[in-house]
């Protein structure tokens, strides 16, 4: 089991510059510390009668105080922020940058590169709550998670000392590249191929739905390279930077009200140096697994945050909005299916918790079932959230003014993306309950 701090300070300790300093507040509201969050937290009562209070039974102290932290900064920014930011066809780098700044982006990385010491519990809380007040980073999924996890536990010391600082600060981000146009959940599919010229590579292939490549120095893709013992083709990961020669990238137009943009990547016999390669050509499955299951703990975490943001603005609504004598929350057609959805929330997060944990503690074969799980429940509680929150609302629901409207494509992600949720079904019926596949 990996060794988890002693010290709860470093979760909110401002990220630290090249040269070791800590970065100028820049004005900011100064952020509390784990301590004073701690000391902040109301007690066991309803902090909130009427509100969705999700209680975190599983979670240590410091986890908490780091909740509570992140939830903080999230309200600062909250939806219309978001929004804002959409409509103006940009990044949420205002955030971003405070972010990590405050060592939020990070929290899951190592100290001696600047992160946090935590894990990938830590960094779902972080997505959580901003989730939950309506500001998520989805980039959170990508760059720390995938990336940086892929490259803390896998790199050489010069692929770590080079890239994990900066994607723990927020300075450098960091793009993952593994879907293609014929190799969705059929990995075994990937066509992207890298054949050694010399002593560099050579990286061909075609990219889809790329999340955040305009805003990335750097995209971890997964190609293939042929074993020389058997002539079979096995999977490898390689940091290719988006200005190299040969690297094309093409806009997709989503009908998604998000910030990140995603893209089609066209590689063509792109030259890479040797040392663009992560960690054992001959272990490369095994580091990309190591990268899926963050994926899959973060899109639940994603979803989550979403739901609860959903959730709470129909209770709003409920608690206020009168058409007979008493407020419409208080019937049971209206009051039933949100605390449904509530229920949904809190079971999909303990999933997720359990996954993390696993994953954290050095189990990737728990975590890989586990995350698969918390991933599909996460979806599922999602989409019924902010189905139920827009038929609250009723015709307000599918106004701008009441910001649900945008969740109903936003949700259907988390049943899609990474992996869909039949391919988690079927996961479990092989792997779970000892069924045979059909494919």
Request: with cysteine.
């Given at each position: 089991m990996r060794p988890r701090r002693a010290s709860a300070t470093s979760y909110n300790r401002p990220a630290r510059t090249r040269n070791g300093s800590a970065p100028p507040s820049e004005g900011r509201e100064t952020q509390p510390t784990c301590g004073s969050a701690a000391r902040a937290r109301p007690a066991t009562h309803h902090p909130h009668p009427g509100r969705p209070h999700m209680t975190p039974v599983i979670e240590s102290e410091e986890q908490k105080d780091l909740r509570a932290a992140v939830a903080a900064l999230g309200k600062r920014y909250g939806r219309d922020y978001i929004t804002r930011t959409v409509a103006e066809g940009r990044h949420p780098t205002e955030l971003w940058a405070e972010a990590g700044k405050l060592g939020y982006l990070g929290v899951n990385l190592p100290e001696e590169y600047g992160?946090?010491?935590?894990?990938?519990?830590?960094?779902?809380?972080?997505?959580?709550?901003?989730?939950?007040?309506?500001?998520?980073?989805?980039?959170?999924?990508?760059?720390?998670?995938?990336?940086?996890?892929?490259?803390?536990?896998?790199?050489?010391?010069?692929?770590?000392?080079?890239?994990?600082?900066?994607?723990?600060?927020?300075?450098?981000?960091?793009?993952?590249?593994?879907?293609?146009?014929?190799?969705?959940?059929?990995?075994?599919?990937?066509?992207?191929?890298?054949?050694?010229?010399?002593?560099?590579?050579?990286?061909?292939?075609?990219?889809?739905?790329?999340?955040?490549?305009?805003?990335?120095?750097?995209?971890?893709?997964?190609?293939?390279?042929?074993?020389?013992?058997?002539?079979?083709?096995?999977?490898?990961?390689?940091?290719?930077?988006?200005?190299?020669?040969?690297?094309?990238?093409?806009?997709?137009?989503?009908?998604?009200?998000?910030?990140?943009?995603?893209?089609?990547?066209?590689?063509?016999?792109?030259?890479?140096?040797?040392?663009?390669?992560?960690?054992?050509?001959?272990?490369?499955?095994?580091?990309?697994?190591?990268?899926?299951?963050?994926?899959?703990?973060?899109?639940?975490?994603?979803?989550?945050?979403?739901?609860?943001?959903?959730?709470?603005?129909?209770?709003?609504?409920?608690?206020?909005?009168?058409?007979?004598?008493?407020?419409?929350?208080?019937?049971?057609?209206?009051?039933?299916?949100?605390?449904?959805?509530?229920?949904?929330?809190?079971?999909?997060?303990?999933?997720?918790?359990?996954?993390?944990?696993?994953?954290?503690?050095?189990?990737?074969?728990?975590?890989?079932e586990a995350a698969n799980m918390a991933k599909y429940a996460a979806g599922e509680a999602c989409v019924n959230a902010v189905d139920q929150a827009v038929h609250t609302l009723g015709g307000n629901g599918l106004t701008r003014e009441y910001g649900l409207a945008s969740l109903i494509t936003a949700a259907r992600v988390a049943r899609i993306a990474p992996v869909s949720r039949e391919m988690i079904l079927n996961y479990v019926s092989h792997q779970s309950l000892g069924l045979p596949k059909s494919y």
């Open positions: 992160g946090g010491g935590g894990g990938v519990a830590e960094l779902s809380i972080v997505l959580e709550e901003l989730g939950a007040a309506g500001s998520p980073l989805l980039m959170l999924v990508v760059s720390p998670a995938i990336c940086g996890t892929v490259i803390a536990r896998f790199g050489t010391e010069e692929q770590k000392r080079t890239w994990l600082p900066g994607i723990a600060d927020g300075t450098r981000t960091m793009a993952f590249g593994i879907t293609e146009p014929d190799a969705g959940s059929n990995s075994h599919r990937i066509t992207t191929t890298a054949r050694r010229d010399g002593d560099d590579w050579l990286l061909t292939g075609r990219k889809v739905f790329i999340s955040g490549v305009d805003i990335a120095d750097a995209v971890l893709i997964v190609g293939r390279t042929e074993d020389a013992r058997t002539g079979r083709l096995k999977p490898c990961l390689f940091i290719v930077p988006p200005d190299a020669e040969g690297f094309q990238r093409n806009p997709i137009d989503m009908e998604l009200n998000a910030a990140e943009k995603q893209f089609e990547l066209v590689l063509d016999d792109v030259r890479l140096p040797a040392d663009a390669l992560v960690g054992d050509e001959d272990a490369g499955l095994l580091q990309l697994f190591a990268g899926l299951n963050p994926e899959r703990i973060m899109t639940a975490a994603f979803a989550i945050g979403m739901g609860r943001y959903a959730l709470s603005r129909a209770l709003d609504y409920a608690r206020e909005r009168t058409v007979w004598k008493t407020p419409i929350g208080a019937h049971q057609a209206i009051a039933h299916p949100l605390a449904r959805a509530h229920i949904d929330l809190e079971l999909a997060r303990l999933m997720m918790q359990k996954a993390a944990h696993l994953y954290d503690a050095g189990d990737d074969v728990g975590a890989g």
